[in-house]
């Protein structure tokens, strides 16, 4: 009867771990959702709203307008337009949990096709300085040579760009907020977020 009895328990506890395994949700589920959100508003062009995903500690040193920036710096002046046409996420790490909070690094590249509003040739005009042969030029130093691409025919320039953000979830806030990881944020993020994090981020 013991015998009967400790099988039936194994068994019962068996049956209710398998259950609980499977019947548990997507660890990355959360966080999927808001990326696909915030792509898609970077996509759409509607870059001061992406700032609602931004950890707000990160607003405690850096200013929301210039975070703004971040993402239309590729306009260097009126002249220029420039939209994110795609967006790939290359990897993503497995979570690290400091205590009752849980960090996420994430990299991927970002797609521009950018034009010149007002683009004119004048190639009969012997003292004629194409602009968007310059602007290739300019975009081609920041970002690689393989990562930006001319198409004269249809006069527009790409330019993938590589990025890289920290997710963090607190236990103490239901939802997952990011960062974008750059040479403008680093010196600030690196201050409160765990040197475990930052070594990893800083590795690649």
Same mark, same amino acid.
């Given at each position: ?9 194994? *068994?019962?506890? *068996? ?31 509607? *870059? ?88 290739f030029e300019l975009y081609k130093r920041k970002y690689g040579e393989a990562n930006t691409?001319?198409?004269?025919e249809n006069k527009f320039i790409k330019v993938v760009e590589s990025r890289k953000m ?39």
């Amino acid at each position: 009867m013991n015998i009967l009895k400790k099988l039936f328990l194994v *068994f019962f506890l *068996f049956v209710t771990v398998s259950l609980f395994s499977f019947t548990q949700p997507n660890k990355d589920a959360a966080l999927n959702q808001l990326l696909d959100e915030y792509f898609n508003l970077l996509k759409s062009g509607d *870059f001061e709203s992406v700032t609602t995903f931004i950890y707000p500690k990160l607003f405690d040193y850096y200013p929301e307008k210039l975070y703004y920036h971040l993402y239309t710096e590729l306009a260097v002046d009126t002249g220029i337009s420039f939209k994110v046409t795609e967006i790939n996420i290359k990897d993503k790490n497995d979570f690290i949990k400091i205590g009752s909070t849980k960090y996420d690094v994430i990299y991927y590249d970002c797609e521009y096709k950018i034009t010149l509003k007002n683009y004119i040739t004048e190639e009969d005009d012997p003292y004629f300085v194409d602009k968007l042969d310059v602007l290739f030029e300019l975009y081609k130093r920041k970002y690689g040579e393989a990562n930006t691409f001319l198409d004269k025919e249809n006069k527009f320039i790409k330019v993938v760009e590589s990025r890289k953000m920290i997710a963090i979830k607190d236990a103490s806030k239901p939802f997952w907020k990011i960062m974008e990881y750059n040479k403008r944020t680093k010196m600030i993020i690196d201050v409160f977020v765990p040197a475990e994090v930052c070594s990893l981020i800083n590795k690649v």
